[in-house]
């Protein structure tokens, strides 16, 4: 938490911070035994170690620590417009964890907050009354609410330490009028392949070239797993969302994304695919700049990017050619109404 040069050496997770609130809840205990090495500090309120100022992020990075803590409020938020809503009016997204094991070059988590260590929020029976209250008061009754639970973590990569995805997917099933999105770069589709599957679920994936993804998504497995990850959820009959976001157009970038996509669809039949995303590095402003500031070691934040109100993005040109080739190229697989695009 120091930032210390010996702390950031230590494996991660060796430290659990856990409130003092916190230890009553299920998850905290799980969290306990599954680390029965780690060394637990009692703390107040997860903000007080979460955000206190001077952290080094790509530092904690290398050893992170785990905040257990009970969310008091604001358990979901309206959905952004940097995310692909499909037009559904009903759009939230939720954080069950700050951050994410994973630790991509592209990542907005770097310029939004504060630590590189990951908070789990502990009391899920509250964020599903949240959940129930917003479906009962949705703008438009006659569609779901369409809840994103991944966007500020990797739900999935972490199901083995606590299993977020299956009590989501559970409360999914029991509640009507909910459909929830769980985001993933995980391979680790066999932690949930022993639940019923649910229309009330979309299994999300992002994709990327091998060569974007060994140079950028540090931690996250290739693709080729990440695909036979996909192939297994899509023969047991999930709804699959897969997701090329963002696409990095990197020299050569046309004739990878030809690869890829040809690879995803030899292996996955097109027509069970739920729909398709793909979309260009974009952020907000205000996270790029800190970003940059904290990761001089990226290519990433030295590109020539375009500033459209408060968002950092591809120039217009880079856009055009992203969004053409990109349908062009998915649309030789999937109907263009499955296809949704920030480009
Ligand atoms: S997997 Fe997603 S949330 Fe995790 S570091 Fe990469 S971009 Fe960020």
Redo the contacts with the bound molecule.
């Keep these: 938490m120091t930032g210390s040069a010996n702390f950031s050496t230590l494996p991660h997770f060796s430290h659990l911070y856990i409130e003092e609130e916190a230890f009553a809840y299920p998850l905290a205990q799980r969290l306990i035994d599954r680390f029965p090495n780690a060394e637990i500090v009692r703390i107040t309120g997860y903000r007080g170690i979460f955000t206190r100022p001077k952290q080094d992020f790509p530092l904690q990075k290398h050893s992170m620590k785990l905040i257990a803590a009970v969310k008091k409020d604001r358990f979901l938020y309206p959905g952004s417009g940097h995310s692909q809503g499909f037009g559904m009016e009903n759009f939230f997204y939720s954080t069950p964890i700050l951050n994410?094991v994973?630790?991509?070059d592209?990542?907005y988590?770097q310029g939004m907050y504060p630590s590189g260590n990951l908070v789990v929020f502990v009391n899920e029976e509250d964020f599903f009354a949240a959940a129930r209250q917003t479906l009962a008061e949705r703008v438009n009754p006659a569609q779901p609410l369409y809840l994103c639970l991944s966007y500020d973590?990797?739900l999935l990569a972490f199901e083995r330490i606590l299993p977020y995805c299956r009590s989501w997917i559970e409360f999914a099933r029991r509640t009507p009028d909910l459909l929830i999105e769980l985001r993933t770069?995980s391979a680790a589709y066999r932690s949930i392949a022993d639940i019923q599957v649910s229309e009330r679920v979309i299994l999300a994936w992002t994709l990327s070239p091998a060569q974007t993804a060994t140079r950028y998504?540090h931690g996250?497995p290739p693709s080729r797993r990440r695909i036979e990850a996909i192939r297994q959820a899509v023969t047991d009959g999930w709804p699959v969302r897969l997701c090329f976001d963002p696409v990095i157009d990197l020299p050569g970038w046309q004739r990878a994304y030809e690869t890829l996509i040809d690879d995803v669809f030899a292996r996955i039949d097109p027509m069970s695919v739920r729909d398709v995303t793909f979309g260009v590095f974009r952020m907000t402003a205000s996270y790029f700049d800190r970003m940059k500031r904290r990761r001089p070691d990226t290519d990433l934040v030295y590109e020539p990017y375009e500033r459209i109100d408060e968002t950092v993005a591809c120039p217009a040109e880079r856009r055009q050619a992203i969004r053409d080739f990109m349908t062009e190229r998915l649309c030789r697989y999937v109907p263009e109404e499955r296809i949704a695009a920030w480009a």
């Design positions: 994410c994973y630790n991509c592209y990542c988590l973590t990797d770069k998504e996250a």
